[in-house]
């Protein structure tokens, strides 16, 4: 199983998205400073994710997720879930 993932950082809301097969641990990686990205926005918080089969499924939904389009789609459906 494999996961695509947005984060928001807790020191300035900055999101941050990614994939995993393992979110609990990737969580951990990202507040423990050991992603060169994400080291200086620390404490993270998930605030989103989706399931998929295959990496390359996750993959694409994490270009898509950073593309404009997926930006706002973002935005709009973190702000109707209230996060």
Known sequence: MYYTYVLRSLKNGVLYKGQTQDLVSRLEV??????????????WELVYFETFNTRAESMAR?????????????????ESMGK
């Open 30 to 43: 990202h507040n423990a400073g050991m992603v060169r990205y994400t080291k200086k926005y620390i404490p």
């Open 62 to 78: 994490e270009k898509y997720f950073k593309s404009g389009a997926g930006r706002e789609w973002l935005k709009k459906h973190l």
